[in-house]
T-cell receptor
């Protein structure tokens, strides 16, 4: 069965601190996608990144970076020098590419509060 | 171009009434998904449409829920005889290509959602 676990329910940091959001997944498939989405207070889910199971290279985009480790089934997300605008709920999700439906299996989300 | 749009943004209804929620996917996107976000259940998949293929309805919680997609574009999610536990935010997403295989899986882009409150 597929499952995504985000053990951190809520994190509070002060602006300019670095913060890492953890994501651990379970799947029996060898081919799959992992995603991170951001949900700001406005409510809309905003796509941040997609990573396929054959690409374990870490990725950096501005202040955001992602660490994908198949050995530990983890896909962690780090925000460097956090800002108040980063305050949101962040969801990690899994999609199994082999399935006929590429539905997303979401974690329960991590609420990040960045204090000024 | 325009993103995924949904209407209405908010819907308040009385228990037992039927409701219709609408989704306009990104132009050219062939795959369309409905999800539900509620406090107790988190984000959960409801139904998936891809081109002219039969939809995957495996996530629909009961036979009171149905959805259709007309002309391969706009989709309507219908909830009959609403119950209080149907209260949630209903999210629609679309992707350029949906299907099997690593090369076909694409990114789902979400609309702003419809907040449904059943009194």
């Amino acid at each position: 069965a597929q499952k995504v676990t985000q053990a951190q329910t809520e994190i509070s940091v002060v602006e300019k601190e670095d913060v890492t959001l953890d994501c651990v997944y379970e799947t029996r498939d060898t081919t799959y996608y992992l995603f991170w989405y951001k949900q700001p207070p406005s409510g809309e889910l905003v796509f941040l990144i997609r990573r396929n199971s054959f690409d374990e290279q870490n990725e950096i985009s501005g202040r955001y970076s992602w660490n994908f480790q198949k050995s530990t089934s983890s896909f962690n997300f780090t925000i460097t020098a956090s800002q108040v605008v980063d305050s949101a709920v962040y969801f990690c999700a899994l999609s199994e590419a082999r399935g006929a439906t590429n539905k997303l299996i979401f974690g329960t989300g991590t609420l990040l509060a960045v204090q000024p | 171009g325009a993103g995924v749009s949904q209407s209405p943004s908010n819907k308040v209804t009385e228990k037992g009434k039927d409701v219709e929620l609408r989704c306009d996917p990104i132009s050219g996107h062939t795959a369309l998904y409905w999800y539900r976000q509620s406090l107790g259940q988190g984000l959960e998949f409801l139904i998936y449409f891809q081109g002219n293929s039969a939809p995957d309805k495996s996530g629909l919680p009961s036979d009171r829920f149905s959805a259709e997609r007309t002309g391969g574009s706009v989709s309507t999610l219908t909830i009959q005889r609403t119950q209080q536990e149907d209260s949630a935010v209903y999210l629609c997403a679309s992707s350029l290509v949906g299907g099997t295989g690593l090369s076909l899986t694409d990114t789902q882009y979400f609309g702003p959602g419809t907040r449904l409150t059943v009194l």
